[in-house]
């Protein structure tokens, strides 16, 4: 088989193409950022740094417009001295201290150590911190979600039981001490 000049431009050409598709299908990683090598929150809550205090997924729980809310998340002191500090959000001020290289796990807490007073803000916005830490104090921006999602449903706050009234008297619950003077007295019978 003889090379024409006219079968060496049809080899040159395809030769040429392939290259530029090659290129091009390559370039896209040489000047854009690789997605996986980005960090960012994996998860709903924010992922913040403050001094010696590491946030790791800090959310509020919470069916909002008024209703009570329920902080869920991690804080890690990362210190090698004992950090105090505090949260306020929604009307509560929760305080810590939080021994150095120890962490605080906000679902393994009472509910009373993490219950947010009043959430105004709609599930799905956000609603506004402050991270108080050695005086010094650091706007936070809380994801609000409500219970719609398994994972967080259980951490939806509830009413706090309330102690039954009692009966000075007896010391009894009151319904107890009402429903024994309510009761007739028992009689006793004699055969005979």
Do not use: H
């Amino acid at each position: 088989m003889r090379f024409t000049p006219k079968n060496r431009v049809r080899r040159t050409a395809a030769a040429g193409v392939i290259a530029l598709a090659m290129l091009g299908s390559a370039g896209c990683s040489a000047v854009n950022d690789q997605a996986t090598t980005a960090q960012y929150a994996p998860s709903d809550g924010i992922v913040e740094n403050v001094g010696d205090l590491q946030l790791r997924n800090v959310l509020v729980v919470s069916d909002g417009f008024g209703e009570p809310g329920r902080l869920i998340g991690t804080i890690l002191n990362d210190s090698s001295e004992t950090q105090s500090f505090t949260l306020a959000v929604g009307g509560s001020t929760l305080p810590w201290d939080l021994p150095a290289g120890e962490k605080v796990v906000f679902e393994d807490e009472p509910q009373e150590k993490v219950l947010v007073q009043t959430v105004e803000d709609e599930p799905g916005t956000g609603i506004d911190g402050q991270l108080t830490v050695n005086g010094e104090s650091t706007g936070l921006n809380i994801p609000v979600v409500n219970g719609d999602n398994q994972d967080y449903a259980p951490f939806l706050p509830t009413s706090a039981p309330t102690a039954p009234a009692t009966d000075e008297s007896t010391g009894m619950p009151t319904e107890t001490a009402t429903d024994m003077a309510t009761e007739p007295a028992a009689t006793e019978t004699s055969n005979g």
